[in-house]
């Protein structure tokens, strides 16, 4: 797969395996150079960068909302847990050593039922220990408890992978929605800019009497408008920061790059959805996942199912019991060593019906996880679907607009040299910057819905990885060169 700068003719195509390289730290050098150079050629253009900023990548964001965001570390949690649980259910298959030990101090009177026999008096210490082995020979149960631990591990891991794919796509969407806010920022600006002037002219005609108050009072409002539209788009800006601020954490200083206008998107393979569709059972973690909780459901079934069932352990015992006097007065002390080796059989006979409860609960469970792992399908299904359709209708609109700017660029410089002439005001240049803006900034949104339903489509699959991150870094830049000359023609605004 490449991205590269080149005509959109749809036809480049995607590879279905992430590669498993590190990612490459970005090349501090490149932006600064780009900045300086546009300072010292253009120190009056506002779409400069300062000379102290410094764009951030998609990659850089990535990284940092996977070492930020809870959700994702959540599911890191959720693996410890899990693998914890395997070990717990290993070890119960395991022998199991325990030793015990005691020391006593006793007293003790010794009354007969005589009367001529005096009473009597011992005080003595006693010491016990015994060490205890138990190898379960047969507990199914056990092996039950084993298999669905294993499920359950399994099971966390796609879950981790399928946070980490989800995490980038709301990460994709929620950093091309501050992109496409801040494309809505310059277009309102443009239009402010041109209404203003029309206002300008229509307020002086109206003075000089060559135009009517009604003419002006339009032209005002349409400018107060434009100026209320320009104030809401700076506000929609600052929610769509705070939404990505969640998922990768202060974004105090945040500077997005560019979409390059000549940069060239990769189609999707051969245009048809079934090409994708194909590899949900095959590539899709969500549905991993789903699919290993269905196994361990089906073990908890039968562990639940075994809960009723005899049990076997080998059952071996040493002991050691040490008394300073006898049990009756007068008699010496003792010690007594003993070693036993048997089979202990466990046969359950009634419950009070709290098994039977107990395996009626586990085939709810699986009905439950049968219900889920279809959900999680045709979620999966619906999800690159949609990716797909947003794919083809951003590449519609990006197409559309492409012509429609080649056509406003031409009207911009005929209008221009209009002015230059006398033929046209400085109001006519605004209004076909005004347009010149409008058609970048439905360009710029059709171009950011198409990479924000590769990276969902991708993501789907589990098939995101660093390269692609490197490869969508690539279709940006610094600055904005494509951008209309803003600044040279605001700056004669009546």
């Keep these: 797969m490449s991205f590269h700068a080149a005509p959109d003719d749809g036809n480049v195509r995607v590879p279905c395996k992430p590669s498993s390289r590190p990612r490459p730290q970005p090349v501090n050098a490149s932006p600064a150079l780009v900045v300086a150079l546009c300072l010292l050629l253009a120190p009056s253009c506002t779409h400069a960068l300062p000379a102290a ?47 015990t030990a005691s020391a006593n101090g006793n007293r003790r009177s010794y009354n007969t039922h005589d009367a001529t026999t005096v009473t009597m008096y011992d005080r003595y210490h006693s010491h016990s220990d015994q060490l205890s082995l138990t190898q379960p020979i047969w507990r199914p149960a056990n092996v039950a408890t084993w298999d669905e631990a294993k499920d359950s591990e399994a099971q966390a891991h796609y879950q981790l992978a399928d946070a980490e794919q989800k995490l980038y796509a709301k990460l994709a969407d929620a950093w091309f929605d501050l992109m496409e806010a801040r494309d809505e920022i310059e ?24 135009r009517g ?15 209320a539209d320009a104030a809401s788009a700076a506000l929609d800006r600052e929610a769509k920061l705070a939404a990505l601020e969640q998922l990768a954490g202060p974004a105090d200083g945040l500077l997005q790059p560019y979409l390059r206008d000549d940069a060239d998107l990769p189609d999707l393979v051969g245009g048809d959805p079934d090409a994708w569709l194909d590899l949900v059972d095959s590539e899709c973690p969500s549905l991993h996942a789903a699919a290993r ?11 639940q199912r075994a809960g009723g069932r005899p049990t076997l352990d080998l059952v071996a015992n040493y002991g050691n019991n040490d008394q300073a006097v006898g049990n009756f007065p007068g008699q010496n002390g003792y010690g007594i060593r003993t070693l036993t080796v048997g089979l202990q059989l466990n046969v359950p006979l009634y419950t009070g019906g709290t098994q039977s409860a ?46 429609g700017i080649a056509s406003a660029r031409t009207s911009w410089q005929a209008a221009v040299r209009g002015e230059a002439k006398g033929l046209k005001t400085h109001a006519d240049v605004l209004s076909a910057i005004q347009q010149w803006e409008g058609l970048r900034r439905d360009l710029h949104k059709g171009r950011y819905q198409q990479i924000t339903a590769y990276v969902k489509l991708r993501a789907t699959l ?24 803003l600044a040279d023609a605001r700056g004669g605004t009546p």
Aim: charged residues 30%.
């Design 53 to 99: 900023a410094r764009t951030t990548t998609l990659g850089e964001l990535f990284d940092a909302s996977v070492e930020s965001e809870p959700g994702y570390h959540a599911a890191k949690a959720n693996v410890a847990v899990s693998q914890a649980r395997t070990r717990q259910a290993l070890g119960a298959m395991l022998p199991q050593l325990s030793l």
């Design 293 to 303: 909780a269905v196994a361990a459901a089906d073990d908890e079934v039968r562990k």
């Design 358 to 403: 107990k395996v009626a609960e586990a085939l709810a469970a699986r009905e439950k996880a049968l219900a889920d792992r279809d959900a999680a399908r045709r979620q999966a299904i619906l999800d690159i679907r949609t990716a797909f359709l947003q794919w083809r209708s951003g590449l519609a609109k990006a197409k559309a607009s492409r012509v």
């Design 462 to 485: 589990g098939q995101l990885g660093a390269e692609d991150v490197d490869e969508l870094d690539r279709l940006f830049s610094a600055t904005d060169q494509d951008a209309p000359p």
């Design 213 to 227: 108050v009604p003419e002006a009072d339009e032209a005002e409002a349409k400018y107060r408008e434009a100026d």
């Design 187 to 210: 277009f309102t600006a443009a239009q402010r800019d041109a209404l203003q002037a029309q206002w300008a002219i229509a307020r002086r005609g109206a003075e000089l009497g060559a």
